[in-house]
């Protein structure tokens, strides 16, 4: 990977560049802050023409490693006014990174906004018309061009409410079989991706001639120990089995799944959509279904799955806790069908299902329609793709939402909606959320992992915790390794410089891996200190200050000033 | 002036205290900056519980000094999310201050919000219930009021959009005939005194036993002298007949008029809406229509009118440049029938006329209705009234509209709509509305009184000129006085010094009343410090940077960092 493609969306030019000694260590979110810090003018409207959207593999891309097909989108986010990195696995990412592109930047924005697609091949970079593929839903858009460019490429692409520039639009990928819709989420990146104008992007690796590893033999090896030290961790096997959600027991034990619109921790029914019943249904109804699916080549977690319907027909891939968290309990929606089939909408629409997930709690809360209503709830999401007034009430994400629907109860963080982890119940999230630059995002920096070793409710070593928790999730979102490997580390933190070396030659220790990671974390503040965005700005939401939460009846407690001396905690060089 | 009464809208409870010593050297824009800093958390919702509604008659507002009868309301808004000072005339201000409260403090929040109005006498401070005017119209809202309460009362009060928390929401108080509806209008305040459940407020000073001056006759002279200075002004001249709009040739002549949203700075039909047309209509049509009315009890520039419908019926009182700028050519609207029209249903929704006309002129480039569709305009502004889905958005002022409806072209800064002065004809407006804490406010410190002497179009000493005006409107802010007696202190700043010396016996020369205006803009700076709004969140909007505005061409360049040199300039001790 030592090439940078930029794509001016405007006069339609691209300039292909060799990448500086500089630039060659850089890889997924590092390199998007290093770029955005040094191309995008901080203030700059989110979806004006100095943003830009930045696709970058991460360091390992281009390696067997397990699970180094995730990749990272980046630029100033329309929901949060800072910098946004958010990764993704499926096929694309690796795809570039066989192309040797380091980065795929789109910049400016085009005179007249025409829908195009962006063709990258070993041989081109070109962008071309696509009238036909105007508005048309996130499936419907991969159909028509696995159609046209065949069986092998990876295809990038956005849905309505990207076009639509909404604040809570996605980056959607394939997966390697066309099961899964994997989503780039959170922070509205697709809405940056309409601005310049650009449909989908298919990526075609066809003629690429990957450079190969410095040492191939050694890079091997290492990935062998550590897909070995994954398969042997317990938490691996659950996840094959029950996704993401084989977390929901322990979440509503510890009482931090957001139940309706955020005023309760346990939900009645969690039971019925908890990651068992999940693998129950799939096996009971089989057809489409099924679990233990990569969303990359070779990965070994194998998180994902096809949920189906009660035919056996697919209803939505992959059915995941965050989604189902915000668009079941949250909105007091019980039922695992109603809730696949409300995640398949946010899917097709191309909209963050965390964010809508908490819109529509809002949205009930506000009594537009009733909690528990998943019909009101899919016409919500429908609207949101039609662009009517409500549905772009919406589309902006819960913080619009919220103010334009006159509700004070708006859970979110620096302008972006609190995921799957109530801060009350989990107080390191709380920490994550606001000190991180990317607001609101568990994958950030979980406090979940922690909850056994640091008290949840407690405020003690949550900011010392947050501040390892953050480096971990900086380091992974830069090699475009998955957060669910972070487990071998813990053992044999060496694992990264092996890799490191074998794919670059490198000798780092693990010590110069963790500055990497702080390096991330500053390079992201400095950013958002120039576009005067602030922790204060956006806080912990009041209720959650006030309100105590069921059933553990706490409070968020930490005081920002507690929170931000995060920056002046030292770690050890450890994991 | 030495009682602060506050008033729990959640218990009922009414408190009544004494000033202290240092609190008596406060008043109006002063003390509302104080208090915020000292009793409103920073990072509060603006529409929560923590958040205070402050009403402060100026230092003079119970002298007879002309004008002294503006009065402010403050706290912290819901539209820029920092420290928000707005005045106004009317009555209700000099009874305030007659009654000897220093401040009027509405706290808390009610469980339920239920439609109460605040009865203040100098017997009693209460709170009674006031279903009946539930969602009424402003003007109703007086009228039943008066009917109810006599004659002699000042009246406060908010309209629909109020009551709904629409971050554009202005407080609207009564002048001596009930012909005006005069508004605190910027900021949203309105949104804070509905999010407290007070639909009114009712002052009765018909007991008041105001506190003698120190030295009556020293100030009756020095109001003397000063309404004669004011006088012999020619501008008050053409203010009693013009009214504010006496500007508006010469708004047109520099290209800064705001012209279809933003997007020129002169418009074909300003000779039909310009002051001389007002008077003109005024005198032809005759019936309700009048011009020279005061706005408060004694004011000697009476720049207020009631501007008649063909019939000679009131249209609207009074018809203001600013409005007439944001509804009128920014919307491509050139009858003055129409914009009176449109200005009426503005005061009887209760919103801010600046803010709504911005906002009808983006939604106008949405294509939500054709530019210059009057009707259609006036359709958008009922529907902020009822509460549609399209008029919430609408409610919530340009930002979050512009948001909404995918307009990038978003005349805003700091989440507030610029006023009728485009900054890259103007640029010293610019700097105003970048560094003050009230965002894009002329009345913060407005260049246009400095066009002659300060290249408009240059940047040049813009950041020394903005300082001067900024200390100079804190400082009126401060007194009760309006900002169009201006002009005398020019001559005998040491005005402030009679009139202070006068009412209180304090021995201030006019280096320490600039302190006074020094101090404000420190005090406003430091809360919305706290409170993380920034000057580069919301800066100069990004088109105006790059997009030349017709006839002049120029664009805003005065770079973020000169204009950030405005805090470590040193002002001379003079007007």
Chains 1, 2 share one sequence.
């Not at 005179?111 to 696509?130: G, H």
């Not at 956005?158 to 076009?163: F, L, S, T």
């Not at 279904?289 to 056996?312: H, L, Q």
């Amino acid at each position: 990977m030592n090439s940078i493609i930029r794509v001016n969306t405007r006069s339609g030019k691209v300039e292909k560049s060799q990448v500086s000694a500089e630039e060659m260590r850089w890889g997924g979110r590092l390199l998007i802050s290093k770029f955005l810090l040094r191309e995008v003018p901080p203030t700059c409207d989110p979806l004006g023409r100095f943003n830009k959207l930045i696709i970058a593999p991460g360091l390992l891309g281009d390696t067997p490693v397990t699970t180094a097909g995730k990749f990272s989108f980046g630029g100033k986010s329309p929901l949060t006014h800072g910098v946004k990195e958010s990764d993704v696995g499926g096929e694309a990412g690796a795809k570039i990174a066989r192309l040797g592109i380091k980065a795929l930047v789109l910049e400016d924005t085009p005179e007249t906004l025409k829908t195009r697609i962006l063709m990258v091949s070993a041989k081109e970079t070109r962008l071309t018309d696509a009238p036909e593929l105007k508005h048309k839903m996130v499936s419907e858009t991969f159909q028509i061009l696995r159609e046209r460019f065949g069986p092998s490429v990876g295809i990038i692409c956005i849905g309505p409410a990207g076009e639509m520039m909404m604040a809570s639009a996605c980056i959607a990928v394939t997966d390697a079989h066309d099961a899964l819709v994997r989503a780039a989420a959170r922070g509205g990146l697709g809405a940056v991706m309409g601005s310049k104008g650009i449909k989908a992007v298919v990526i075609d690796d066809l003629e690429a001639k990957p450079s190969p590893p410095f040492d191939a033999k050694l890079l091997q090896e290492a990935n062998k120990e550590f897909a070995q030290m994954l398969l042997s961790d317990p938490k691996i096997g659950n996840r094959q089995r029950f996704g993401t959600s084989a977390i929901m027991m322990v979440a509503n034990e510890l009482g931090l799944l957001p139940t309706r619109n955020f005023s309760a921790g346990q939900f009645e029914k969690v039971e019925e959509i908890s990651g068992e019943t999940i693998a129950e249904k799939i096996d009971e109804r089989k057809g489409e279904g099924k679990y233990g699916m990569p969303c990359t080549r070779g990965c070994v977690v194998r998180c994902s799955n096809v949920f189906p319907d009660p035919s056996g027909k697919k209803a939505v891939g992959t059915l995941q806790y965050e989604n189902i968290a915000l668009l079941g309990p949250n909105c007091d929606i019980g039922s695992l069908d109603e809730i696949a089939a409300l995640n398949n909408l946010c899917n097709q629409v191309g909209v963050d299902a965390i964010e809508t997930g908490a819109t529509i709690g809002v949205a009930m809360e506000a009594k537009v329609i009733p909690f528990g209503d998943a019909e009101g709830a899919k016409d919500l999401i429908r609207q949101i793709g039609q662009g009517t007034y409500l549905g772009r009430i919406l589309g902006q994400g819960v913080v619009v939402t919220g103010k334009v629907l006159g509700i004070r109860r708006i859970p979110a963080v620096k302008g972006q909606a609190i995921p799957g982890y109530d801060p009350r119940a989990l107080k390191g999230n709380g920490v994550t959320y606001v000190t991180s630059a990317m607001g609101a995002d568990h994958t950030a920096g979980n406090a979940f992992e922690t909850a056994k070793s640091v008290n949840p409710l407690g405020i003690e070593n949550q900011v010392e915790s947050s501040k390892k928790l953050q480096v971990r999730a900086a380091i992974l979102d830069t090699m475009g390794l998955c957060l669910f490997v972070r487990t071998p580390f813990g053992s044999k933190p060496e694992l990264f410089s092996l890799f490191l070396k074998g794919r670059y030659g490198w000798d780092l220790t693990y010590a110069d891996v963790q500055k990497i990671g702080l390096d991330v974390l500053e390079t992201e503040r400095e950013f958002n200190r120039r576009a005067g965005v602030s922790e204060e700005f956006y806080g912990i939401p009041e209720f959650m200050r006030e309100e105590p939460l069921p059933p553990k009846n706490s409070v968020y407690d930490i005081p920002l000033e507690e929170m931000q001396r995060i920056w002046s905690v030292k770690l050890p060089a450890s994991w």
